[in-house]
């Protein structure tokens, strides 16, 4: 069973809009962490911003939020005032407790900020 | 600086040709993955190590095998590629955790592989 799902494999934003990623996960591990990664067309996985699974507040990051709502196992990824740079393809991640040696992938989600 | 190195960045070689993809990590780190990353897919795990002479396969091993002699080397062997092993590739390393903290994997800069 796909343990991330990340709907939209593309998106198109307004140069200092703001955009939202979607992410859903499923776990039975009551630990767990939830990361996204960016990864731009030059190819390296550039870590954006992390939310484990018992922090009460929603992580924030300069311009990168985490929207996480634990009951719907979401964990969607707000970028503010969007700009050319943020074009790039974006994973959402998970590692569990029971697996910490590894990260489970979404598919991914491509956004492009037009000018 | 803390990093993870790997090379060949890019490589094109024709199959059954054995090849060998180096990564090294500066940081002590227990863990160390491969990942290889398809179109729709994301990245998945091949193999894992979780310290010296200690590794394990992960999602998508077939094709594949790994060593981990040294702490700090984990170096990704095909055999004998074929086409469908055609794809970037990551290496991976991170501290070892009884939870999932907010110690990410590092990952090195990828290797793109064409074998034809």
Known sequence: AQ?????QPGMFVQEKEAVTLDCTYD????????FWYKQPSSGEMIFLIYQGSYDQQNATEGRYSLNFQKA??????????????????????????SNDYKLSFGAGTTVT??? | EAQVTQNPRYLITVTGKKLTVTCSQ??????????????????????YSMNVEV???????EGYKVSRKEKRNFPLILE???????????????????????????FGPGTRLLVL
């Open chain 1, 3 to 7: 343990k991330i799902t990340q709907t």
């Open chain 1, 72 to 97: 719907r196992k979401s964990a969607n990824l707000v970028i503010s005032a969007s700009q050319l740079g943020d074009s790039a393809m974006y994973f959402c991640a998970m590692r569990e407790v």
């Open chain 1, 27 to 34: 776990t039975s591990d009551p630990s767990y962490g939830l």
């Open chain 2, 80 to 106: 004998s590629p074929s086409p469908n092993q055609t794809s970037l590739y990551f290496c991976a390393s991170s501290l070892s955790r009884g939870l999932a903290g907010e110690e990410t994997q590092y």
């Open chain 2, 55 to 61: 590794t394990d396969k992960g999602d998508v091993p």
């Open chain 1, 113 to 115: 900020v037009r000018a």
């Open chain 2, 26 to 47: 500066n940081m002590n780190h227990e863990y160390m993955s491969w990942y290889r990353q398809d179109p729709g897919l994301g990245l998945r795990q091949i193999y």
